[in-house]
C-alpha cells in the first residue's frame, strides 16, 4: 500500500497517528541537521521533517523539486503553524522514505506564477497540468458537467450517445473527414454537433435528451477557437420556445449555485435581436452596464458636416463621467477606432460638462442647442462624455459595439466577478451572404421559422424580415448556448433547403434520412446547445477557454505535446485507398 | 402549452382533472360511435376515449399509428381496467384533439415482435428506437452510465475529457486517420482510448480519472464489433494491483445492485491466466458451470490408440447427466466439433452409466480399468458423459472451450440470469505471433511486467514465461473489462519498446512525450478499462451490444440510416490536399 492518507487530509485529531504518504517533492528545505519537504498531491500539501538519522540517505540520494516519494512517519504538531493550507497545523515526522521515482529539473516552475511560456507549457503539458491554477481549472472544469448532468437528470432528460463517425452533410463550417478502409474512396464525418441525431431521437419518443459530447469542426483557428470543443447538447419534445427558456434558464441558476454559491432570484431579462443590434450593436451584448447605442443618424442630417450627412448610420454613446477626458485621452480613443480590427475613420465626441455647457470636436457645425439635444437623446448627464461615429451602418454599428465594450473596461463595469445573463430572442432566419451571393441559414437549416412568417418564405426578397424561433443565451457579452425550436414538417423543412439554395436531389442525399423520419410521426421539438468550454471559462473568470482544456490544440491546430497531426505511414495511406496532394 | 402530464402519469387520483396529452397513436379501435386510442409516449400509455361528439373530425381526418396527436378532456375511471399497465385504472374522455403529425404507415411494426428484418429496422432505426424492447435497453445503458459515474464520483474520481483529434501510433490494430487541412499531408489519429492521456494525466497528479467516453479501431468487423464504442476508463495513482482490483471490483457490485437489484456479496473469484487455459481453455471462463477441462495427455499415452499417441494434448470433459445421449445426440455433437469454426476431426466419448459400467467409443484400445481411470481423473460420476478430444494443443484446448459452452448451454448451466463475476490475473506479458514473427505486448506496450519478471527481459527465449500486472474482469464468459498496473520508468519503458521491435527512434517518434515525461516524476499508476457497450448488454441479457446503441453500424461499417460512409466533393479533397486511389 502506497499510502494511508493523501496530502491534504491530516489534521490535530491525527497526532500520534502513523502514516505512510506518497506524492511529489514541492519545495525542500534544510535548517542544520532537519530537512523539510513540502509533500503535494492532488489533495494539498503536507510538511513532512525528515531529522538527522536519516542524513545519510538524504545525501546519497538528495531530493529534488518533483521527485515522487513514499514518506512514513507520525504526526505531530507544528510548533510554527502554517494557516495558510487545511494541513498547517501538523507535519509527519518521518522514520523511513522511498523514492519512487526521480525528476529532472522541469522546464519551467511548477507554481501559480510560471515562469514558462506558452509554446513551452503546451510542449509540457503534463507539467502544466500540475499547476494549482490549471488544476483548478480542471477541477471547475468536472464540477461543472457534474452540476449539468445533476440538473437534467433530475428532469428526466435521458443521456444518450450518438454517433462520431458520421456523413459528412457540410453546411456552414468544415467537416473533418475519415477515409474509411473497409468503404475505399468513402468518408464518414466527424460531426460538427449530434444535431440530426438529437431530433431524430425526438421523433423516436425519447422526449427529453442530453448528452455532454465532443464537436469537431475544421475552421481556421482565429481568436479561441478549437477544432474539437464540448457541447452540453439537449432537446425536448412537445414544447415551445417558453418552456425551453424557462428549463435552461433554470439550469443555468442551478449551476451558478453549485459553482459560484450564487442565487440568480430574478428572471433572466430577454431581449429581441433587433433590440440587441440597435442598443448594443451585437446579438451578446453586455449588460453588465447600459451605455446604450442611439441613434443620430436623421437628427445629425442637414447641419452641413459632410461627415453625418453621408453616413448610413450615425450612432452615439454617452460614457458616464468622462468629461474632463483629456485631449491626450481622446486622441487615443481616436487612434483606437481607427485600428485595422475597427476600422473607423474618426471618432467625434461632445464633452457634456458639470457645469452643464456643451463642447464639442464638431462645434462648427452644431450649435449648443444641437449639441443639447444630442445629448438629450443620448439620455446624457453633466459630467457624460458623448461619443459619436459615423460611416457604413454595419461596420459603424460593430465598430460602436465594440468601442462600448472598450469604454466598460476601461469605467471598470466589465467586473467578472458580475454575472449578467439574458436571453436574445427572435434572430433572424436567414443571413445573406455577400461573398456567396446566396441566403443562409442564421442558426441551421433545422431552425423553425416563426409561424407567422412561415409565408415570407415565399419571397425571397422579403428573407430578410422573416424571424426564427430561435434564441441564444448570453452571459456578459459572450453567448453561452443557442437553440431552436425545430421544424418538424417535411414540407416546411423541404421549403427550407429549397431556400439555402439545396436541389431537392441534394437535399435528399444529404438529409434523406431526416426528411424520411419527418413522415412518420414527429413531434414538436426543440433544443438548445451550450458551449462547455466557454461557460467554464467564464464561471472560472477566464477569457481563453484553452486554460479549461486538458489537452488543448494551439491557433494550427497542433497538439504541441504530441506533435500532432503528423505525417502516416505509405502502407496506411495505401490501406486507405488514398494518396497525397502536394501543396503548391 | 403541448400537454399537462406525460402518458405514464395519470392515476386514480387525478379523476376528474382537466388534461391535456400529447404523444403517439398506438392503436386505434372503434366500438359503435366511440373511438378507443392508446396514446404513447415515453413515459407509458393512456387510453383516450374519443365520443361520438368528435366523430365528424374523426371521420374528416382519421387518425392512424403513429400519429402525433394532442389531446384535451378529462379524466375518468375506466369501467374495464387494464392491470397491465400503470395508468390502467384510468382513461381520459376526450373534448377536444389536434393531428400535430400525420404519419405514413411505419414499413414494420412498432412492438416489441416487430416484423421488420434486420437491415429494415437500421434504415429506419428512429422507428425501431420506438419499440418498447430498444428504448428499454437504451434506458438501461443510461443507467449504467449514471450508476457508474455516481460510484466513481463518490470514490474522487474526476471526469476528464481526452482528445480525439491524437496521433497516429498504431501498434496493434488499425488507427482511424483525420486528413488535416490546416497542416497539409499530416493526419490527426482517433484514439483506440484514452491509454497516454490518462498515464499522462497521473503523471500530472491528477490520482484518479475517468471518463465514460468513444473509441475507435478500424479493425474488420467480424462478429459484435463496432468501429466506434464505448469504454468507461479510469486510472489511479499511487496503487498496486490489490488496490485496483478491490475498487472495481466494487464498483461492478455497485452496479449490478443499482440496475438488476442483486447483491453479490461475495468476493469476485480470482483466477490466474495459467488456470483459466488449464482448467477452461480460454482466458474468459464462465465459470457459472464446473465441467473443467482434464488433461488425459499422459495417462491416453501407450495403448496403441494412435490418436491419442499422436496427439500434444488429448483433453476431457465430464457432462453432468448425460450418459444416455443417444447415437444420434452423439452424431450430432461429433459434427458439431467436425464443423470449419472448431476444427477438429473427431470425438470421443465415455459413458458412464448409472449402473457403474463404462462403455466407451474407444474401447478397442481401453479396457474397463483404463476407463474408470478416465473417469475418476475427469471426477465423473455414474450418470455422466465424458467427451475427449485430442490433437494439436492450441487448437483442441479452443475446440475443448467451445464444446465446454455448448455442453454448458445444452444442460442449461448458462442462465443469463445468473451473474459470475471472475477475475483473470498474471496474464502473460507478450504473445508472440507467428504471422508477424515477432513479440506483440499482450495487453499493451505500457503494461508493467511483474517485477520479479522484468530480468527476463533481457534473454528473448524467457519472453514467454513473463507475466504482467495485468487482469480481466470476466462475466459468463465475457471480458467486461481489462486493465494492468502500468511502467512508470523511462528505462524499463524503453526496454519495453525495444522488446517489441520498436527502435529508439521509432519509440521517441510515436511515445517522445510519454518517455519524456517519466523523466519529471511519475507516480506509480494503474487502471482498468470497461467495455461499456458489452457490459450493458450483458446487463440487459442480450448477446448483442448493437441493440444497447442508438445508431450502430452494420457488419461493413455502414450506418445504413445515413447511408455513410459517403463519397465527398472535389472540393473537400483539394481542401485536404489528397486525392483518391482506385482499389484494383
Chains 1, 2 share one sequence.
Not at 500500500?1 to 534544510?30: D, F, I, N, P
Not at 452571459?475 to 448556448?481: A, P, V
Amino acid at each position: 500500500m502506497y499510502r494511508t492518507h493523501t496530502c491534504g487530509e491530516l489534521r490535530m485529531e491525527h497526532v500520534g497517528q502513523a502514516v505512510t504518504l506518497s506524492g511529489w517533492v514541492q519545495t525542500v528545505r534544510k535548517f542544520g541537521s532537519i530537512t523539510f519537504v513540502d509533500l503535494r498531491d492532488r489533495y494539498g500539501i503536507t510538511q513532512l521533517l525528515i531529522g538527522e538519522t536519516l542524513n545519510d540517505q538524504l545525501d546519497a540520494n538528495p531530493l529534488g523539486r518533483e521527485f515522487v516519494i513514499q514518506a512514513k512517519g507520525t504526526v505531530t504538531e507544528r510548533s510554527n503553524k502554517n494557516k495558510n493550507i487545511p494541513t498547517g497545523d501538523v507535519e509527519i515526522t518521518i522514520s523511513e522514505f522511498t523514492i519512487l521515482n526521480a525528476s529532472k529539473t522541469p522546464p519551467f516552475t511548477i507554481a501559480d506564477d510560471t515562469d514558462g511560456g506558452d509554446e513551452l507549457r503546451m510542449k509540457y503539458r503534463y507539467l502544466d497540468l500540475r499547476r494549482n491554477a490549471v488544476k483548478e481549472n480542471l477541477i471547475l472544469r468536472y464540477k461543472v458537467n457534474r452540476a449539468a448532468r445533476n440538473f437534467l437528470d433530475s428532469k428526466g432528460f435521458m443521456d444518450i450517445e450518438t454517433p462520431f463517425l458520421i456523413k459528412s452533410t457540410p453546411e456552414g463550417a468544415r467537416d473533418f473527414v475519415v477515409p474509411s478502409r473497409m468503404n475505399p474512396n468513402e468518408f464518414y464525418a466527424l460531426p460538427q454537433s449530434p444535431q440530426t441525431f438529437k431530433q431524430l431521437l425526438m421523433m423516436s419518443g425519447y422526449d427529453r435528451y442530453y448528452q455532454i459530447v465532443k464537436c469537431f469542426r475544421d475552421e481556421d483557428l482565429r481568436a479561441d477557437r478549437q477544432p474539437e470543443f464540448t457541447q452540453i447538447d439537449c432537446e425536448m419534445s412537445f414544447v415551445d420556445q417558453e418552456d425551453i427558456l424557462q428549463n435552461f434558464e433554470a439550469m443555468t441558476k442551478f449551476i451558478f449555485k453549485e459553482i459560484k454559491g450564487i442565487d440568480m432570484t430574478d428572471a433572466f431579462p430577454r431581449m429581441t435581436w433587433d433590440d440587441a443590434m440597435k442598443y448594443y450593436g451585437n446579438d451578446k451584448p453586455d449588460i453588465r452596464f447600459e451605455m446604450k447605442l442611439v441613434d443620430l443618424t436623421e437628427s445629425g442630417r442637414g447641419k452641413g458636416f459632410k461627415v453625418f450627412d453621408d453616413a448610413e448610420l450615425v450612432v452615439a454613446i454617452a460614457a458616464k463621467g468622462c468629461s474632463e477626458y483629456t485631449r491626450k485621452q481622446l486622441d487615443e480613443l481616436t487612434d483606437w477606432v481607427k485600428r485595422p480590427q475597427i476600422g473607423m475613420t474618426g471618432l467625434i465626441h461632445i464633452k457634456y460638462n458639470t457645469d452643464g455647457t456643451l463642447k464639442s470636436s464638431v462645434d462648427k457645425f452644431f450649435d449648443e442647442a444641437a449639441l443639447k439635444g444630442f445629448a438629450e437623446q443620448c439620455n446624457a448627464q453633466p459630467g457624460d462624455l458623448i461619443l459619436i461615429l459615423a460611416g457604413r451602418e454595419e461596420r459603424t454599428r460593430k465598430a460602436m459595439s465594440e468601442l462600448r465594450l472598450e469604454m466598460g473596461e476601461r469605467l471598470g463595469l466589465r467586473d467578472k466577478n458580475v454575472f449578467a445573463p439574458l436571453w436574445v430572442i427572435d434572430f433572424p432566419l436567414f443571413e445573406y451572404s455577400e461573398d456567396d451571393d446566396r441566403w443562409f441559414a442564421r442558426h441551421h437549416p433545422f431552425t423553425s421559422p416563426k409561424p407567422e412568417h412561415i409565408a415570407l418564405m415565399d419571397d425571397v426578397s422579403q428573407y430578410g424580415k422573416i424571424k426564427a424561433n430561435a434564441y441564444d443565451i448570453v452571459l456578459n457579452g459572450t453567448e453561452i448556448g443557442g437553440g431552436s425550436i425545430r421544424i418538424f414538417q417535411r414540407d416546411l423543412q423541404e421549403k427550407m433547403f429549397a431556400a439555402l439554395g439545396m436541389s431537392q436531389e441534394e437535399a435528399h442525399h444529404k438529409f434523406g434520412f431526416l426528411l424520411g423520419a419527418f413522415e412518420y410521426g414527429a413531434p414538436p421539438h426543440g433544443g438548445i446547445a451550450f458551449g462547455f468550454d466557454r461557460l467554464c471559462s467564464l464561471l472560472g473568470g477566464s477569457e481563453s477557454i484553452r486554460d479549461f482544456i486538458a489537452f488543448p490544440k494551439n491557433n494550427s491546430g497542433r497538439d504541441v505535446m504530441l506533435d500532432a497531426p503528423a505525417e502516416i505511414d505509405q502502407t496506411q495511406l495505401d490501406e486507405l485507398f488514398i494518396s497525397l496532394v502536394k501543396p503548391a
